[in-house]
């Protein structure tokens, strides 16, 4: 291994553009291996993060240069609405190539992002408290070593769950009055507003905003083939799983929700089963990720230990008061 001589001094600093995802691709995959965390992106994914709504990337990334290399990079995010407790919560995200770490990259990025963080929360969100989140990954790793050193803690644990993709048919359940199927374009508004109303009682949820869940919707990584929709007589939305794909043969469960009213009715068991069905019956995956609160008000991590799962890995947010 050629192990990299170059001085913070040395490094350009500069922001994301379309002329890097190639080389910000790169760059995610290593940290993606070296660190665990199983996050895998396709310059095409990251091409579309560039025009989320919301984010700038001249003023709301960096990216950090040796030579023609990237070496780290960073994102900011500030939520579109305050936080129960009437906080604006700004996401810090990024990381630094494992050969140029213990050069000070790392604590220089997040010192830049919790400026501007305090900027843009207070642009957004004028007179409300903020703080900053960042993910704190795995126990031990290198970034939860440095976010505890600058002041962060750990404030949730989330697990990362997955199974193999089911050999065998499964049955998917009937349920009186409910109808189970794929979602549309028609369905984004009324996917959109279930989604807000089940997660009011979820830790860390905060409603989006129409646009934000327009990139969503109509992002390239989504599997409307492959998700599911749990849809009364009126055709009233009661629960959904909606599928996803960043790596070649898994499938990743992107979000799953219940409407406060339907609960308790095996819902979101019988919509997850089904997208389990419509994958093993497409022959294109090997595998079936989701990742969930590990103390989720609604126990969804033993409803998916019921269904195969198994947790893989479990990360951390880790939170600073601004």
Not at 10 to 17: D, G, M, N, R, S
Not at 51 to 77: H, N
Not at 160 to 182: F, K, Q, S
């Amino acid at each position: 291994m050629n192990i990299p001589t170059t001085t913070q001094s040395a490094l350009h600093w500069t922001h994301l553009t379309p002329d890097s995802v190639e080389a910000w691709a790169e760059l995610t995959n290593v940290l993606a291996e070296a660190d665990g965390t199983g996050e895998f992106f396709e310059p095409e994914d990251l091409a579309e993060e560039l025009e989320e709504s919301g984010f700038t990337p001249e003023t709301d990334s960096w990216a950090v240069w040796d030579e023609d290399r990237l070496v780290a990079y960073g994102q900011l995010r500030i939520a579109t609405s305050l936080d129960e407790h009437g906080r604006a919560r700004c996401w810090l995200g990024g990381g630094v190539h494992p050969q140029w770490r213990g050069r000070g990259i790392g604590r220089e990025l997040v010192g830049r992002m919790e400026v501007r963080a305090r900027e843009l929360g207070a642009e957004t969100h004028p007179g409300a408290p903020a703080f900053f989140r960042a993910r704190g990954e795995l126990e031990g790793s290198d970034a939860r070593r440095l976010l505890t050193h600058l002041g962060y803690r750990v404030v949730r644990f989330f697990n990362d769950l997955a199974r193999p993709v089911p050999g065998d048919p499964l049955t998917v359940p009937h349920i009186e009055g409910v109808e189970l199927i794929n979602p549309t374009d028609e369905h984004e508004e009324a996917v959109r507003v279930a989604h807000t109303i089940a997660f009011r009682d979820h830790w860390g949820s905060t409603p989006g905003s129409v646009e934000s869940w327009h990139d969503f919707w109509t992002s390239r990584s989504g599997r409307k083939q492959l998700s599911t929709l749990a849809v009364d007589g009126d055709g009233q939305v009661l629960a959904y799983v909606m599928a996803g794909q960043w790596v070649p043969r898994e499938l990743y469960i992107t979000i799953v929700g219940t409407m406060p009213e339907a609960r308790g009715r095996g819902l979101a068991a019988a919509c997850l089963t089904r997208t389990l069905e419509l994958a093993a019956r497409s022959g294109e995956y090997d595998k079936v990720e989701l990742s969930v609160d590990s103390e989720s008000p609604t126990g969804a991590t033993r409803l998916y230990e019921r269904l195969g799962f198994a947790v893989e890995r479990t990360t951390a947010a880790m939170d600073k008061d601004a």
